[in-house]
C-alpha cells in the first residue's frame, strides 16, 4: 500500500514532519484544530497589532529549527531571526557578556567580565560552568537547585536560576538538572554561535509553520484547518480518524497534538494505553505574556533586559525586532503563582530601568499549559509506538532538550524518518 499519512496537529513538530514526509514524495494531510498554524508557538492579534501567543527567544544551537527556517525563506525575503551574541542585562545589578572567543571560552571570559559580582563569585561561576560541561554523570534525581547549592546566593539568583525558569519553564527546586545540563552544554559546549540568541523578527506562524504548509501544499499535500480529530481506530493495516465532519483512512497517522491533548486519542488504541497513562501523569507550567503599548517614540536602549524582584523575567523591545515602535513584550515564565496585578508590578519592573511613560494600551496573554513541568526522572516516549503505524511527534517526546521550539522540530523530523525507514 503506498503511504498516505495524516499529521495531527499543526504546530512546530506536526509541520516539521509533514514538511519531511512531502518532501519525501509521501502523500500527506496535516490536520490542525485551530484556524492557525503554529500550536504553543503562533501568531495572534490584539489591538490590531500582530503578535504571538508568547514571546519566544532561540538558541543558536537549535540547528534543526534554524535550518528548517533558512531553507524556506525566499531568497529576496530578509532574515526572519536577530542573532545578538550571548548578553545578559539586568540594570543595575548584573550583566554578562559573553565575547568572540572559542567556546567555552566565551563563558568563561564572559564570567569573569561580569558585573554586579565579585572576583569571588565569578572565578566560583568559571569553575562550576568547567565542571558542568567537562564532566559526563548528573544523576537524573538531582533538581537544579541541588544542581548549584555550591554556588553563591548570588550567582544562584541572578544567573543560573533565572536561567533555569526561562528555558525549562520550571521552577529550580522541581527542575531537572541533567536537562538543564544538556542545554548548558549546547549553548556552550560547541561552537562559539551556539550560544547566541535569536530573536523573531516575524510572527511565529509567518516565521516556520505559514511557510511549510506552503510548501506542503506544492508538494500535493493537504492542510486541514479548524478541523479537530476526535476519534482513532488503529487496525493492522490502516488507520481511520474521525472529525466532527468525517472519516478518513490513512496507512499511518503521526500524533503530533500537545501532550495535554495525547491521552485522549492514544487511549482509543490499545497498545497506546502505557503511553497515554505516562503522558496523562504528567503536570504543566504556564508562561504569560504581556503587551504594553507605549509612545512609538519610546525605546529600549537594547533589544532586551533581563528583569528582576517580580514576575516578569524579561521584557522584549518588539519596535526594534518586529518594526512595531513603542510595543513591549513582559515574559513571565513558570508563571503558576502568578499575582493578579502582575502587569503592574511588571511595569515598575520597567520603571527601575527606564521611564516608560504611561502606556496607551496593555493586554496579557497566559497559556495555562505552555509546556510540561520538566521534572528529574521524567519518562518521556519515544516517537515510535508499540503500534507500528502510529508514530508521535512533540517537545515532550525522548530527546535532551525541555519543551522548546528545537524540541518540537526535532521530533517531528525524527517521527517522519522513523515511519519512511518503515519496510
Partial sequence: ??????????????????????????AVTLYEASRTLGGRARAVELEGQPLDNGQHILLGAYGQT????????PAASPNGLWRLPLSLNQPPDFSLACPRLPAPLHLLAGLLGARGLGWGEKLAAARWAHALLSHADTPDQLSVSQLTRSQPEKLRTLLWHPLCVSALNTPPEIASARVFRDVIRAAFGGRTHHSDLLLPRRDLTALFPAPAAARLFELGGNVRLASRVTSLDAAADAVTLGTRDETAVYSHVILAVAPQHLPA???????????????????????????????????????????????????????????????????????????????????????????????????????????????????????????????????????????????????????????????
Avoid at 270 to 296: C, G
Fill in 1 to 26: 500500500m503506498k503511504p498516505n499519512v495524516a499529521v495531527v496537529g499543526g504546530g512546530w513538530a506536526g509541520c516539521a514532519a509533514a514538511l519531511t514526509l512531502a518532501e519525501a514524495g509521501v
Fill in 66 to 73: 534554524l535550518q528548517l527556517i533558512e531553507r524556506l525563506r
Fill in 265 to 423: 486519542l492514544a487511549a482509543q488504541v490499545p497498545a497506546l494505553e502505557p503511553v497515554a497513562r505516562r503522558v496523562a501523569a504528567y503536570a504543566y507550567q504556564p508562561i504569560a505574556t504581556a503587551y504594553f503599548q507605549y509612545d512609538p517614540d519610546f525605546r529600549l536602549p537594547k533589544p532586551f533586559y533581563a528583569l528582576a524582584d517580580g514576575p516578569a523575567q524579561f521584557v522584549f523591545d518588539r519596535g526594534q525586532s518586529h518594526g512595531q515602535p513603542g510595543l513591549l513584550a513582559f515574559v513571565a515564565s513558570a508563571a503558576a503563582e502568578l499575582p493578579t496585578d502582575w502587569m503592574d508590578q511588571a511595569a515598575a519592573q520597567l520603571q527601575r530601568i527606564v521611564r516608560a511613560g504611561p502606556p496607551r494600551w496593555c493586554k496579557s496573554i497566559v497559556e495555562k499549559q505552555a509546556t510540561y513541568a520538566c521534572v528529574p526522572g521524567m519518562a518521556r516516549p519515544a516517537v515510535r509506538t508499540a503500534h507500528p503505524r502510529i508514530f508521535l511527534a512533540g517537545d515532550y517526546t525522548a530527546g535532551p532538550y525541555p519543551a522548546t521550539l528545537e524540541s518540537a522540530t526535532r521530533s517531528g523530523v525524527q517521527s517522519a524518518g522513523a515511519l519512511l525507514e518503515q519496510p
